[in-house]
């Protein structure tokens, strides 16, 4: 009686499971084939396109030629200049790097290098509608021989300038200047900026 009873109820289930099954997938055909019937494709969904920001779009990309002077200046008379030179495109950054990478020991068999020489990174962006020049200078060289008796390492000279301003074409700007505790010169970082393109 009991396994009667048992089988029943497993039929009962089985023909339950089953009818949702059918039901089901009648469903699905009847919705595919009402799709299929219809005239009318319904709309592929696709990617949006990539957003431009107004500078990208109201602005094309320019060109623009660099030419940067280091001077030393003594009692108002140019007595060294040293002149490097970049292209740089608009909205993007450059650098230029010369020099000499030297080796000091930190500790014992261990070293670490120094990067010694003249370092420029550049930098056009747009800005409420100007171009905006953006500059960083390191020039780094040893010292006199008279200033580095009596220490066991190299001393270095530094000099360091990081400056903005409104780009002006045509005309050189001074972006820094700045003065040499140990004598009565100055040192200026000049740079005139030509479109190319």
Known sequence: MVKTM?????????VVILGLMFGWGARTVSAQETAGSSKVAAPVQTAPPPKTTAQESDNPLAAYHLDF???????GKKVNSRQYAMNLNSNSSNELKIGTRIPVESKEGEFQYLDVGTSIFSRLGERRGQTELEVRADVSSFANPEQEQGHARPLLRQLKINASTILLLGKPIVMGSVDDPNSRRQFQLEVTVTKLK
Do not use: P, Q, V, Y
């Open 6 to 14: 048992l089988r029943a109820k497993t039929m009962l289930w089985s």
């Open 69 to 75: 002077s280091i001077n030393e200046i003594e009692d």
